[in-house]
């Protein structure tokens, strides 16, 4: 089961590396254009957003790996949590394609973590 759910987030966090090399990369590439659907002078009045959006989606990355590497499962809850809140309100707001891409995804690495954490025998007790 922790095997399942470590790769579940490291899938996210992978989802996440690429958005950041999309937004501030390739937003004014042709490839960035076509996914997010935009003409190339939207893509040029924007590309300052995109690249802070990009550097968000790359903190967002950085948590779940370290996460992974620390095997921390707070740092994995917490930062799932962020890509679920995220997913859904960029779902709502730009594209709803993003809750299932996204939030999603997240929301299933969410479930497998807490469903892992109750079972794991060697769980720090928290006070």
Request: net charge positive; with cysteine.
């Amino acid at each position: 089961m922790k095997l399942l759910t470590n790769i579940f987030v490291l899938l996210v966090a992978v989802s996440h590396i690429g958005i950041l090399i999309l937004e501030m990369f390739f937003w004014n590439h042709p490839i960035g254009q076509r996914i997010f659907s935009m003409t190339p002078e939207v893509a040029e009045t924007s590309a300052v957003l995109a690249m802070n959006q990009g550097l968000y989606n790359g903190f967002l990355a950085a948590g779940l790996l370290w996460g992974l590497l620390k095997d921390h499962i707070d740092f994995k809850i917490f930062f799932l949590c962020c890509v679920v809140v995220a997913g859904i309100f960029g779902g709502i707001t730009a594209k709803t394609s993003i809750l299932f891409t996204q939030g999603l995804p997240a929301l299933i690495a969410l479930a497998l973590v807490l469903a892992s954490s109750r079972h794991s025998p060697n769980k720090a007790t928290r006070t």
